[in-house]
Structure formats: C-alpha cells, structure tokens
C-alpha cells in the first residue's frame, strides 16, 4: 500500500508546482469604515482587494503581491503625515484611487516604492502631497494614466510629481502632471521609456540628472519654467514632443547642459524665451524641428563640440542664434536647415542655398546689453546691417555657419520626390534671369 501511495504523493507535489501561485488568489471588498492596511495583512500573494467608494483616513504599507482597485469616488487621506501608500513589495497593482495629503518632508509622497520592482501604478488621482509617487531602488514599473497636483504654493516648497531614484527600466505612460516643482525627475536612472506625458506650471517639465538611455516620446511640456532640462546626463532621446510655451525670463524650450549623445528630433519647440539652449554639449543630433515663435531660437554657450544640425525649420523667431565661444558648421554636409531670415538664391534647383548662412550677428549681441533694440526687429536698418555683416563675416562673433541652408521649409509630415521635382523649375528660372540679364547689360554697353 505505501508502495502506491508514495508515487502518487510524487505527483501530487509535482503538479503543485506547475501550478501558478495566483491559482489559489482570492477577490475580496473592503466596505467603507473598514480597514484597507487590515485588508492588506490579511491578504495572500496574487489577492485583489477592491475597495468601496468613501474616504478611508490611513495611510499603507503594501508588503505582499496584492491588488489594490479603488472604485469611482474611492479615496486614501494620509493625513498629512509621511507616505500615503508605501510599496515594498514586487507585482503590486495599485488602480482607481484618488490619493492625498502626504506629509511635507522631502521624500514624503502620495506612493512611494522602495525597493520593488514590476508594479503597476496606473489611473490614480494624486494630489496636495510632497511628491507624487517616489521610485527608489527599483526597476520595470509601470505608471499609467495617473493624474498628479502638488500643494498651493511656490514650486520651491513643492516635490516632484514622479521622482526615480537609481534602478530603471519603467516605462510611464499618458500621465498628466501639474504644479509640482519638477514633473518627471530622472535621478541617476536609465532605460526608461516616456510616452505621451503632459506635464504644466512646473519648474522643470522633465529634469535630467546623472542618467542615461532614457526615451522620450509624445510628451508635450507647456508653461513650465522650463521644458526639458538636461544635466550631466548621456543618450537621451527626444522625439515627437510639443515643448510650447516657457516664458519664463530664464526659461528654456530644452537645454542641455554638459550632456552628450542627445538625439533631438521631430519636435515642436514653439513661444520659448530660447528654443534650444546647448552648453558644453557633444554628439547631438538636431533633427527636423519645428524652432518656431522663440524669443531666442537657437543658442550656444560654453564649448560645444561634434553637434550635428540638419533640415531643422527656424521661423518667426525674434533673435534666430545667440553664438558665444567655439567656432561650429551647423549642416551635415549634405543638408542644412531652413532659416526664414535667409536671403541667398538656389540656382541650382537643388534646394539649397548659393551661399552659406551665417549663424549669430552684431545685432543678437547686442540685444543681450540692450534689449529694447529688440524694437528694431525686421526693420531695413538691421536688414541691411544683416547683409553687411554677410559680405564682411568679420564683423561678427565666433564662426558659426550653416554651409548648405534649404531655401524652402522642410515637410515635417513628408519629404518627397515631386517636391524635390517641383524646385528644380524655380533653379532653372534663376538662371535664365540672370543670363538675360547678363545679355541686356552687355547689349546696352554696345548700344551706348
């Protein structure tokens, strides 16, 4: 008999371990009055606990691998004291609450992780707390669709509305950020991936720190101090982001400070007190942006160095460049961008201008001792200034150039064929001008 029942005890045990430990998990609601942290300790690994809707004063520390869902109306007040919700465990899901009132120290926060890894953060409300949700010591958690507010006061009295620490690997998603001091804080993090996150009325928008391998795709900053801020920091990438709207005296579309190998491409960078700011900066790729609208364009400080720039649109800015220091070529050898102050002629019909644009002027100097010359924009006096300063490149500052500027907008949508056809027409024209012209001066020399 114990012959028979050993083997079948074998396979018993076996097959308890194919089966998945959530198999066993259990849903349960906590009603309003009752504990959630109650709920939380009496919970097993895989267990979701759904919560009724009502104001539940008590903050939690979620040790095991529980779901938390919170249905409409449901909300967490910590009281003004600490965290709210602290996470130490991994596979945590934490869903459809509305979170509040942390308490004020630096790293108190309406969700804080510590230490945990793969959890998902995802359609909370949090609000009147330090920080948003703090990330410390952990990798591949995911924060979808959260909606974050600070305090009523100055940015400087404020935390971060998502703040990572060291770890990497999240990824946040379509989060909506507002009045914090900075809404997305990287701190000595990488490989993180940033999709469709808006991000208001903020210091910084996105502030870079000692991190690398970051991604960020979609996002749109607005009336921050300023929209991307970059630091001590090496491959970050945008892409496809809407950074409008930074006014701020000190403020900045992006800036990148001491940073190398930053791609910069297909964004719109619009109504800043200066575009895009590069201070010490190596190895970025400036690609097809929208500069537009800017009080400043495009500026340089420091030493910048193996930068490349190319089929960037610059339009309607107040001052295009402000060049201090190192001498630089602002195309890639093949195409430059488009600058809509211009003058040169594309007799070629290749799309690119005769003569090389010059980067930075008298006049942009000037401004920075004198801005009410900014009342002389765009009028003939500084156009003409412009124009000697073109036939004279020794009267301006460092030699920076872009030796092959398109004559004509880039297509941000689209570059195609027909329109490359299409220029060829207008090159031929030129030429033809100028050759009768040519003829007409000569013939009329005879004539005379």
């Given at each position: 008999?114990?012959?028979?029942?050993?083997?079948?005890?074998?396979?018993?045990?076996?097959?308890l371990?194919?089966?998945?430990m959530?198999?066993?998990a259990?849903?349960?609601?906590?009603?309003?009055?009752?504990?959630?942290?109650?709920a939380?300790?009496g919970?097993?690994?895989?267990d979701?606990?759904l919560?009724?809707?009502?104001?539940?004063?008590?903050?939690?520390?979620?040790?095991k691998e529980?779901?938390?869902?919170?249905e409409?109306?449901?909300?967490?007040?910590?009281?003004?004291?600490?965290?709210?919700?602290?996470?130490?465990a991994?596979?945590?899901?934490i869903?459809?609450?509305?979170?509040q009132?942390?308490g004020?120290?630096?790293?108190?926060?309406?969700i804080?992780?510590?230490?945990?890894?793969?959890?998902v953060?995802?359609?909370?409300?949090?609000?009147?707390v330090q920080?948003?949700?703090?990330?410390?010591?952990s990798?591949e958690?995911?924060?979808?669709?959260?909606s974050?507010?600070?305090?009523?006061s100055?940015?400087?009295?404020?935390?971060n509305?998502?703040?990572?620490f060291?770890?990497g690997g999240?990824?946040?998603?379509?989060?909506?950020?507002?009045?914090?001091?900075d809404?997305?804080?990287?701190?000595f993090?990488?490989?993180?991936k940033?999709?469709?996150?808006?991000?208001?009325?903020s210091?910084?928008?996105?502030h870079?720190?000692?991190?690398?391998g970051?991604?960020?795709?979609?996002?749109?900053?607005?009336k921050n101090?300023?929209?991307?801020?970059v630091m001590?920091s090496?491959?970050?990438e945008?892409?496809?982001?809407?950074?409008?709207?930074h006014?701020?005296f000190r403020?900045?579309?992006?800036?990148?400070?001491?940073?190398?190998?930053?791609?910069?491409e297909?964004?719109e960078?619009?109504r800043?007190?200066?575009?895009l700011?590069?201070?010490d900066?190596?190895?970025?790729?400036?690609?097809?942006?929208?500069?537009?609208?800017n009080?400043?364009g495009l500026e340089?400080?420091g030493?910048?160095?193996?930068?490349?720039?190319?089929?960037?649109?610059?339009?309607?800015?107040?001052?295009?460049?402000?060049?201090?220091?190192?001498?630089m070529?602002?195309?890639?050898g093949?195409k430059g961008n488009y600058?809509?102050?211009?003058?040169?002629?594309?007799?070629?019909?290749d799309g690119?201008?005769?003569?090389?644009?010059?980067a930075?002027s008298l006049?942009?100097?000037l401004?920075?001792?004198?801005?009410?010359?900014?009342?002389f924009?765009e009028?003939?006096s500084i156009?003409?200034?412009?124009?000697?300063?073109?036939?004279?490149p020794?009267?301006?500052?460092?030699?920076?150039?872009?030796?092959?500027?398109?004559?004509?907008?880039?297509?941000?949508?689209?570059?195609?064929?027909?329109?490359?056809?299409d220029?060829?027409?207008?090159?031929?024209?030129?030429?033809?001008?100028?050759?009768?012209s040519?003829f007409?001066?000569?013939k009329g020399?005879k004539?005379?």
């Amino acid at each position: 008999m114990w012959r028979l029942k050993k083997p079948l005890a074998i396979i018993f045990f076996l097959l308890l371990l194919f089966i998945p430990m959530n198999a066993f998990a259990e849903e349960f609601k906590v009603e309003r009055g009752q504990s959630i942290q109650r709920a939380v300790e009496g919970a097993r690994n895989g267990d979701t606990i759904l919560v009724a809707p009502g104001v539940y004063k008590e903050s939690l520390v979620i040790n095991k691998e529980v779901s938390i869902k919170g249905e409409e109306g449901t909300t967490i007040d910590g009281g003004g004291n600490g965290n709210v919700i602290m996470v130490t465990a991994s596979n945590v899901v934490i869903e459809g609450l509305t979170i509040q009132n942390s308490g004020s120290a630096q790293e108190d926060s309406g969700i804080y992780i510590k230490k945990a890894d793969r959890n998902v953060i995802k359609n909370n409300t949090v609000k009147d707390v330090q920080n948003g949700i703090y990330i410390a010591n952990s990798n591949e958690n995911l924060l979808l669709g959260n909606s974050i507010t600070s305090y009523e006061s100055h940015f400087s009295k404020r935390g971060n509305g998502i703040h990572m620490f060291k770890g990497g690997g999240h990824t946040l998603k379509e989060n909506e950020i507002a009045n914090v001091q900075d809404g997305l804080y990287f701190d000595f993090t990488k490989g993180i991936k940033v999709y469709g996150n808006h991000v208001s009325e903020s210091r910084y928008g996105m502030h870079f720190m000692f991190s690398e391998g970051i991604q960020a795709e979609r996002n749109h900053v607005k009336k921050n101090v300023t929209g991307f801020m970059v630091m001590d920091s090496a491959g970050i990438e945008f892409i496809k982001n809407k950074v409008t709207d930074h006014f701020h005296f000190r403020g900045y579309g992006i800036l990148i400070y001491e940073t190398k190998g930053v791609l910069v491409e297909r964004n719109e960078i619009l109504r800043n007190s200066t575009g895009l700011s590069l201070e010490d900066g190596g190895d970025t790729l400036i690609k097809m942006n929208q500069i537009a609208a800017n009080q400043v364009g495009l500026e340089f400080m420091g030493k910048n160095e193996n930068n490349t720039f190319s089929e960037n649109n610059f339009i309607g800015n107040v001052v295009q460049s402000k060049i201090s220091g190192e001498d630089m070529r602002l195309d890639d050898g093949v195409k430059g961008n488009y600058w809509d102050d211009y003058s040169s002629f594309d007799l070629s019909g290749d799309g690119v201008g005769e003569e090389a644009y010059k980067a930075g002027s008298l006049y942009d100097r000037l401004l920075r001792k004198q801005p009410y010359w900014q009342f002389f924009f765009e009028s003939p006096s500084i156009k003409l200034w412009t124009k000697a300063e073109a036939l004279f490149p020794s009267f301006g500052t460092a030699d920076v150039f872009d030796a092959r500027p398109l004559v004509e907008p880039v297509d941000m949508l689209q570059e195609t064929e027909q329109r490359s056809e299409d220029r060829m027409i207008p090159g031929v024209i030129g030429i033809l001008f100028i050759l009768l012209s040519i003829f007409v001066i000569v013939k009329g020399r005879k004539l005379s």
